[in-house]
């Protein structure tokens, strides 16, 4: 199993560009997670699917950031207009859906907003 | 909304001492997550727990949940240790609340 892929693994942009990060759970398995990790605030939930539903997007940070799952093994986060707060590392993890299940994460992407 | 305090911040210590990182936090919890990032940023799962303790190979977590408090211990400490240990709990169903972690440094 190749584990939680994600793309690309850095991006450097512009402020005001579009930024979309991308994520293929691992087969089988149906939650899956976007966190966000920053020197200042560590790692947050930024929002995770069940079933490719929207479960829970309280920690989206503004209406600048969308995310949606139109299959089962595939998920995206998008940024638009991106901004030089969000730079950050991206994380999307995944797991079998239950209370006590682990969740895999993938390697993140490293965005940087310029 | 969860508080998860971990302490201490940063740790280091010479090869072979025995660690104890410590994750307080301060609402009831369904599970206890202890993740470990190395310095190239990889986030692996080492441990999740909802009573008591476990073990795998030289790392042991245990947690009580009276006191709302969980340890993480590695016993013969290792260079190769030397990670951010992340202690996460879990709150309802799925979600994850996060601890800032603790830089541990493993010195020969």
């Known amino acids: 199993d190749a584990g939680v892929i994600q793309s690309p693994r850095h991006e450097v942009t512009e402020m005001g560009q579009e930024v979309t990060l991308r994520c293929k759970p691992i087969s089988g398995h149906n939650s899956l997670f976007w966190y966000r990790q920053t020197m200042m605030r560590g790692l947050e939930l930024l929002i995770y699917?069940?079933?490719?539903?929207?479960?829970?997007d309280s920690g989206m940070p503004e209406d600048r950031f969308s995310a949606k799952m139109p299959n089962a093994s595939f998920s995206t986060l998008k940024i638009q207009p991106s901004e030089p707060r969000d730079s950050a590392v991206y994380f999307c993890a995944s797991s079998t859906s239950g209370r006590l299940n682990e969740q895999f994460f993938g390697p993140g992407t490293r965005l940087t907003v310029l | 909304k969860n508080e998860v305090e971990q302490s201490p911040q940063n740790l280091t210590a010479q090869e072979g001492e025995f660690i104890t990182i410590n994750c307080s936090y301060s609402v009831g919890i369904s599970a206890l997550h202890w993740l470990q990032q190395h310095p190239g940023g990889g986030i692996v799962s080492l441990f999740m727990l909802s009573s008591g303790k476990k073990k795998h190979g030289r790392l042991i977590a245990t947690i009580n949940i009276q006191e709302k408090h969980s340890s993480l211990h590695i016993t013969a400490s290792h260079p190769r240790d030397s990670a951010v240990y992340i202690c996460?709990?879990?709150?309802?169903?799925?979600?994850?609340?996060f601890g800032q972690g603790t830089r541990l440094t493993i010195n020969p």
């Open positions: 699917f069940n079933n490719n539903v929207p479960i829970d």
């Open positions: 996460a709990v879990r709150e309802g169903a799925q979600k994850l609340v």
